[in-house]
T-cell receptor, first 113, second 116 residues
Framework: EAEVAQSPRYKITEKSQAVAFWCDPI?????LYWYRQILGQGPELLVQ????????DSQLPKDRFSAERLKGVDSTLKIQPAELGDSAMYLCASSQEGNNEQFFGPGTRLTVL | GENVEQHPSTLSVQEGDSAVIKCTYS??????FPWYKQELGKRPQLIIDIRSNVGEKKDQRIAVTLNKTAKHFSLHITETQPEDSAVYFCAASLGTLIQGAQKLVFGQGTRLTINP
């Protein structure tokens, strides 16, 4: 069964450093989402792509976060510089056009020291 | 924007008993309500969903009910088993079958523990 892939699974960094996360959605899924999940809370959407275009980035802290999906397939989320409050699980999800179901990847757990 | 409240935050039941988790939402235009199960260290997985044109949906031991007037929906798990222990999240979204999924707004989660 096809799954959303993410890497790395774990990342430890020091504050002020740059970090990047990668996501490969299920083949053929046009919509890709990046969520942030703080421990003990539900996931919160950071950015949503439809193919290569951003359709919602209203919750993305644009002064330090950036996301791209250049060819409309895989995607990268970057944080620069990382802050202590960025420690969280970063989840990627994808969905098929015409289908509301979102499939989640295993996530990248970020720890900022 | 949409706001989803979920209760309780923790729930402990005896194996074989039923468990109920409740959510309320704020945006009356929301029309898609999924429930996700997240086991420790694993990805959230969809267990059941319901659309606003349906009042109830059942899948074996799991059922979801929706009250559009009151803007709340609930997850019901019957004959609970130890493997049901996990964190459950409700969510709401504005989704259309033409445009596909819109963003999900999640509740805070319920940690369900099934006691043997």
């Amino acid at each position: 069964e096809a799954e959303v892939a993410q890497s790395p699974r774990y990342k430890i960094t020091e504050k002020s450093q740059a970090v990047a996360f990668w996501c490969d959605p299920i083949s053929g899924h046009a919509t890709l989402y990046w969520y942030r999940q703080i421990l003990g809370q539900g996931p919160e959407l950071l950015v949503q792509f439809q193919d290569e275009s951003v359709v919602d980035d209203s919750q993305l802290p644009k002064d330090r976060f950036s996301a791209e999906r250049l060819k409309g397939v895989d995607s990268t989320l970057k944080i620069q510089p990382a802050e202590l409050g960025d420690s969280a699980m970063y989840l990627c999800a994808s969905s098929q056009e015409g289908n509301n179901e979102q499939f989640f990847g295993p996530g990248t757990r970020l720890t900022v020291l | 924007g949409e706001n989803v409240e979920q209760h309780p935050s923790t729930l402990s039941v005896q194996e074989g008993d039923s468990a109920v988790i409740k959510c309320t939402y704020s945006d009356s235009a929301s029309n898609y309500f999924p429930w996700y199960k997240q086991e420790l260290g694993k990805r959230p997985q969809l267990i059941i969903d319901i659309r606003s044109n349906v009042g109830e949906k059942k899948d074996q031991r799991i059922a979801v009910t929706l009250n559009k007037t009151a803007k709340h929906f609930s997850l019901h798990i019957t004959e609970t088993q130890p493997e049901d222990s996990a964190v459950y999240f409700c969510a709401a979204s504005l989704g259309t079958l033409i445009q596909g999924a819109q963003k999900l707004v999640f509740g805070q989660g319920t940690r369900l523990t099934i006691n043997p």
